[in-house]
Nanobody
Framework: QVQLVESGGGSVQAGGSLRLSCAAS????????MGWFRQAPGKEREGVAT????????YYADSVKGRFTISQDNAANTVYLQMNSLKPEDTATYYC??????????????????WGQGTQVTVSS
């Protein structure tokens, strides 16, 4: 079992920045891929960014490339999502997820078995 707790969401104006954190506990050694996903009202869940816990290789959705950065602190069992140059279309609930065996580059939510409760990000124009 892996437990995930997100923090760092909030409201910001377009062009601003936010940093999300995801603290993992439990059987954290079993994770192979961590990711951030988001879901806006009336829209499907979207993969935002993922990272392999061992190699640190990262993958991003085209919509956030160059603006968002996923990183990890394995000693602290924490994954971060630095979000810069935020746009109103980034408004969504952001979820942290962990997979025991996933292909990170697919950014596919179905590959992830553990999810946090979500944190709201609102970007105003």
């Amino acid at each position: 079992q892996v437990q995930l707790v997100e923090s760092g969401g909030g409201s910001v104006q377009a062009g601003g920045s936010l940093r999300l954190s995801c603290a993992a506990s439990g059987s954290t050694y079993r994770r192979n891929c961590m990711g951030w996903f988001r879901q806006a009202p009336g829209k499907e869940r979207e993969g935002v960014a993922t990272i392999y816990t061992t190699t640190g290789n990262r993958y991003y959705a085209d919509s956030v490339k160059g603006r968002f950065t996923i990183s990890q602190d394995n000693a602290a069992n924490t994954v971060y999502l630095q979000m810069n140059s935020l746009k109103p279309e980034d408004t969504a609930t952001y979820y942290c997820a962990a997979a025991l065996s996933a292909l990170c580059d697919r950014l596919r939510g179905g590959d992830f078995g553990y999810w946090g409760q979500g944190t709201q990000v609102t970007v105003s124009s």
